[in-house]
């Protein structure tokens, strides 16, 4: 019997900065998460302190997450509404649309 893998929660880097928490099976898989322009697109247009989150220029890493990331993903995942969209939660402070 084939036993299903358990999901992991990994951080994306941006620029050096955890930024993006999600869980996913493999490292790989939430590499291609990275990859996607949907979510660049939408890290493009939010600032934390008046800072972009992303640009032309951001350098993106994921790696696994530390304990204290796993947490804070698993307390915002345990308040947010069930939703068939991949889980992502934001580790960054005063998060804001750009104007």
């Known amino acids: 019997m084939l036993h299903p893998f ?7 880097e941006i620029n050096g900065t955890p930024t993006v928490a999600l869980q ?3 490292h790989q898989e939430a590499e291609r998460f990275c990859e ?3 979510l660049r697109a939408g890290l ?3 600032t934390s302190e ?8 951001s350098n993106l ?3 696994l997450a ?7 993903f ?6 947010a509404p069930p939703s068939d969209e991949p889980n992502v939660v934001y580790l960054v402070d005063h998060l804001d649309h750009k104007a």
Do not use: C
């Open 6 to 12: 358990s999901l992991s929660v990994f951080t994306i």
């Open 24 to 26: 996913a099976k493999r």
């Open 74 to 79: 698993r307390q915002a995942k345990h308040s």
């Open 44 to 46: 493009s247009n939010l």
């Open 36 to 38: 996607q322009e949907r």
């Open 66 to 72: 530390n304990p204290e990331e796993v947490e804070l």
């Open 50 to 57: 008046g800072v972009p989150l992303f640009d032309a220029k």
């Open 61 to 63: 890493k994921v790696r």
